[in-house]
């Protein structure tokens, strides 16, 4: 009862749209070239390694990490480096991009082997030299996330498994092929950082994920089976659902002595600690109304959006958006010769019908946006604020804790695009009023 | 390129709800009460509401044609006044009347302001006290049911309180009383505002707290609680009226402040003053109000440490 007079945070009831749930993953061929972009990540972008002509094999470093929040970027193919070029991310910004041609023979680096891991330094040097960032969609470097410096204040590890953007359905599959890398990465992450208690949050739309799970979880490992309610997968709202901690703002995870990481990054630190092959694939739901046969594809990163829609069958009608990531947060593509970056957990292609969003009409102050706000947020006060150029109103309404999960322009009755505005209400404030 | 992809902010799709269905439910659930309101008063009452709903959807269609401004009337909000208004009225309410208050409603309080969003106060509580004033001997004939051929001066049930008996629960409950249409028939009222409760429409916040603190009130002044709660505009105020999303709080604290006020106010008017009726007085004072309610009951927000009182250590 106090929760609801506190904050009502309903979330949305997204549609789940999870028809590929029970697709397994498919190898797709190699493609005819790949874009390794050097901004794949949060943090300064990688300097290119590798110049014009050089060759370069399955695992080799092309990009090197600009610094300590940067990431390296490692090959895919074996083949030839066709040179360094421009690419324009989703966002807007233009990053340096190393092109290869693949010979086909998928040549592995003879450098590549399994780490030597036996404290915590090793560990995460482990990790920085994987190229793992996090693989739930934001991006962030994943061995700077696994170096906080309150360590010995992390108590609960969280893994992220509620997938809650509609479509997606990688992390399901993650959680059925890969339970063994799951469990072995969780393990090392709790040996090395020594936090004795782990919680694994599953949206109970996935009962095979956490069935299979809660059979393979060991002593300190708890399954929580989550209500499908979005945004369940936003980290603060995990971390409230897991372990009842309310992350402060502006803080981190750590604050709370949580250090949270998705299924499929963990995944990864369990495969990589068993082979020492870096990032360089990624398994992604292709879906959407006008693809032709909907898949979970496991595609070497770097591969242009086209060749991976040609590997699903194509359209079956003009598209008219193409977004990386599910349809809550996704961003959409401008050309289909964009290519697959470490953060994608998802392609997905709209006809012109679905991509065309309603007309805004006049807000009727239902306040559903602010009841469905999972922060607490009063979406409707922040955009008339924003409208009224009030950056003293926008302060005391901590605009700046949106998280741009996209819930309120969802269930605005009005269809009014109320996230986006408060994500330029977000930049007026901190122009200090400047539109 | 031959195909241009569309980009936009995310996210890319929107819920199923829209201003057109939440305003076409509430007119869905007005129907039985508008059934019971025919049953009760014979065809009068359908007439009435016609010509309230045409009304007001004309106003609506007008004034927006007029001032050059995009016609919303397939929004169904001037239905929902129309319908309200008429449920305001009795049955034997000349035409010309009821279209003069659906000039006030929806030209003077909704249009003036700017249309849908930014009335201050309910257009059809507004028209209706409009009517009140300007018609007081036309708005308090109400034709008792029994009667139907013509209007017969009957009080309605508030007014003779003191000589009803719980053997008159049912009447209530029915609605065969004297009233304006939407006044009579509670268990009509309450079918719809169950309704709109289930189809998330309203929150049962506010008709819950409003209910409940007339019938504490009524409790403590010695007054039978089940006839302050089914008589009078009481239901229709509470599950329709005060539920009203531009002129009611949206949280759930700023919900409860609204209901229970609009309780008091309520009580106030109908125990200490003269007026039989306290409901639109209510509703209309708690609206004016509302804005100050919104920006001192905002909710706690995740992470953020509430502001200390001054003074406080």
């Not at chain 2, 509401?49 to 959807?57: H, K, P, Q």
Request: charged share 15%; hydrophobic share 45%.
């Amino acid at each position: 009862m106090s929760k609801f007079l506190k904050r009502a945070a309903q979330g949305a009831g997204v549609p789940h749209e999870k028809r590929t749930s029970d697709l397994e993953t498919v190898k797709m061929p190699l493609p005819s070239k790949i874009v390794l972009s050097m901004g794949q990540h949060i943090g300064a972008p990688a300097a290119p390694a590798v110049a014009k002509g050089d060759q370069v094999y399955v695992g080799t470093v092309v990009g090197k990490a600009g610094g300590f929040v940067s990431c390296d970027i490692h090959s895919g193919v074996s083949g030839t480096v066709d040179g360094i070029t421009t690419i324009t991310a989703p966002n807007g910004a233009v990053q340096t991009a190393v092109v290869i041609i693949p010979d086909g023979k998928q040549t592995v680096d003879p450098a590549i082997a399994p780490p030597a891991v036996t404290d915590l330094k090793s560990f995460q040097d482990a990790v920085r030299a994987s190229g793992l960032v996090g693989l739930g969609g934001a991006g962030f470097p994943t061995a700077v996330k696994l170096s906080p410096k309150n360590l010995e204040e992390i108590d609960v590890l969280v893994i992220n498994g509620a997938e809650c953007e509609p479509y997606i359905t990688s992390d399901n599959r993650c959680f059925l092929e890969d339970t063994k890398f799951i469990m072995d990465g969780i393990q090392a992450v709790m040996k090395y950082l020594e936090i004795p208690k782990c919680i694994i949050g599953i949206e109970g739309n996935k009962p095979a994920a956490i069935a299979k799970m809660r059979s393979a979880a060991t002593p300190g490992v708890e399954v929580k089976e989550l209500p499908c309610r979005y945004p369940q997968g936003a980290e603060k709202v995990l971390i409230e659902n897991c372990t009842g901690r309310e992350v402060p703002f502006p803080g981190l995870p750590s604050d709370v002595g949580v250090v949270v990481m998705n299924v499929t990054s963990v995944a990864f630190v369990g495969k990589y600690l068993a082979t020492g092959m870096p990032l360089t694939t990624k398994r992604l739901t292709v879906d959407g109304d006008i693809v032709k046969e909907p898949k979970n594809v496991e595609v070497i990163i770097g591969t242009p959006v086209q060749e991976l829609m040609d590997f699903c069958g194509g359209f079956t009608d003009e598209p008219g958006k193409v977004l990386y990531g599910g349809p809550m947060m996704g961003n959409c593509i401008a050309d289909l010769s964009q290519p697959i970056m470490k953060n994608n957990n998802a392609v997905l292609a709209f006809s012109k019908k679905m991509a065309q969003m309603p007309k805004a009409t006049n807000c009727i102050h239902c306040g559903r946006c602010t009841n469905a706000c999972p922060l607490g947020l009063s979406a409707k006060e922040i955009v008339q604020a924003y409208n009224d150029g009030d950056v003293e109103l926008l302060i005391e309404l901590n605009a700046d804790l949106c998280m741009s999960c996209g819930t309120c322009s969802f269930v605005c009755p009005a269809k009014r695009p109320l996230a986006p505005s408060i994500a330029l209400a977000k930049i007026m404030m901190k122009n200090g009023g400047k539109k | 390129m031959a195909n241009k992809l569309i980009v936009n902010a995310a996210p890319h799709i929107t819920g199923a709800d829209s201003t057109q269905k939440i305003m076409g439910r509430v007119c869905l659930a007005l129907v039985p009460a508008l059934a019971a309101s025919v049953i009760v008063f014979g065809a009068d009452a359908l007439i009435l509401t016609a010509v309230t709903v045409a009304s007001c959807v004309f106003f609506e269609w007008a004034y927006c044609k007029l001032m050059g401004r995009e016609v919303p009337i397939a929004d169904l909000s001037a239905v929902v006044t129309g319908m309200l208004l008429a449920f305001n009225l009795p049955a034997s309410m000349p035409w010309w009347m009821a279209i003069v208050g659906a000039f006030i409603s929806i030209v003077i309080i909704k249009q003036l302001f700017g249309g849908l969003g930014y009335n201050f106060a309910n257009p059809a509580i507004v028209g209706r006290i409009a009517l009140a004033m300007g018609f007081a001997s036309r708005m308090t004939v109400y034709p008792f049911p029994d009667n139907g051929i013509d209007a017969l001066a009957s009080a309605t049930p508030l007014a003779v309180s003191g000589q009803l008996g719980s053997s008159e629960y049912v009447t209530l409950l029915l609605g065969q009383h004297g009233g304006v249409l939407g006044e009579t028939c509670a268990l009509a009222i309450l079918a719809g505002g169950i309704y709109l409760i289930a189809t998330k429409v309203i929150s049962p916040l506010i008709p819950v707290t409003y209910l409940g603190t007339v019938a504490v009130l009524s409790l403590a002044a010695g007054r039978d609680p089940v006839v302050q709660l089914l008589s009078g505009g009481l239901m229709l105020g509470a599950f329709f009226m005060a539920t009203d999303y531009v002129t009611s709080p949206t949280t759930n604290k700023g919900k409860l402040i609204f209901g229970v006020g609009l309780g008091v106010i309520t009580c106030a008017i109908r125990f200490l003053g003269t007026m039989n009726e306290g409901v639109s007085f209510a509703i209309l004072l708690m609206n004016l109000v509302v804005p100050y309610i919104e920006i001192n009951t905002r909710q706690d927000k995740l992470g953020i440490a509430k502001k200390k009182k001054e003074g406080a250590k």
